[in-house]
């Protein structure tokens, strides 16, 4: 069996920081490109930022220069380091990557339960 887990959510005025952190366990052989994904009320899930194993990184438009992505391969960890926050990063963040698991035979996509970011004053 295999999860992530994030924590590092929580309620934040605008102009702070917070950090996500995300960890993967099970019988874990490799894992493909780390990403945060974010789900606002009423709206789409969409990409926030991802890692490759090789440390690649993307970022939407919408976060460039206020988020940074990291992932430590030896502890299957990602984290997501959030400053200068706005009342418009307010939403639910999910952690997601590819996982293959040891006598796996293909990776397989697993997402986090999600943590509960909140910018307001």
């Known amino acids: 069996q295999v999860q992530l887990v994030e924590s590092g959510g929580g309620l934040v005025q605008p102009g702070g920081s917070l950090r996500l952190s995300c960890a993967a366990s099970?019988?874990?052989?490799?894992?493909?490109?780390m990403k945060w994904f974010r789900q606002a009320p009423g709206k789409e899930r969409e990409l926030v930022a991802a890692?490759?194993?090789?440390?690649?990184?993307y970022y939407a438009n919408s976060v460039e220069g206020r988020f940074t992505i990291s992932r430590d391969n030896a502890k299957n960890t990602v984290l997501l380091q959030m400053n200068s926050l706005k009342p418009e990063d307010t939403a639910v963040y999910y952690c997601?990557?590819?996982?293959?698991?040891?006598?796996?035979?293909?990776?397989?996509?697993?997402w986090g339960q999600g943590t509960l970011v909140t910018v307001s004053l």
């Open positions: 890692i490759s194993s090789g440390g690649s990184t």
């Open positions: 099970g019988s874990i052989v490799s894992i493909g490109d």
């Open positions: 997601n990557a590819p996982i293959l698991l040891f006598r796996g035979y293909k990776y397989l996509e697993v």
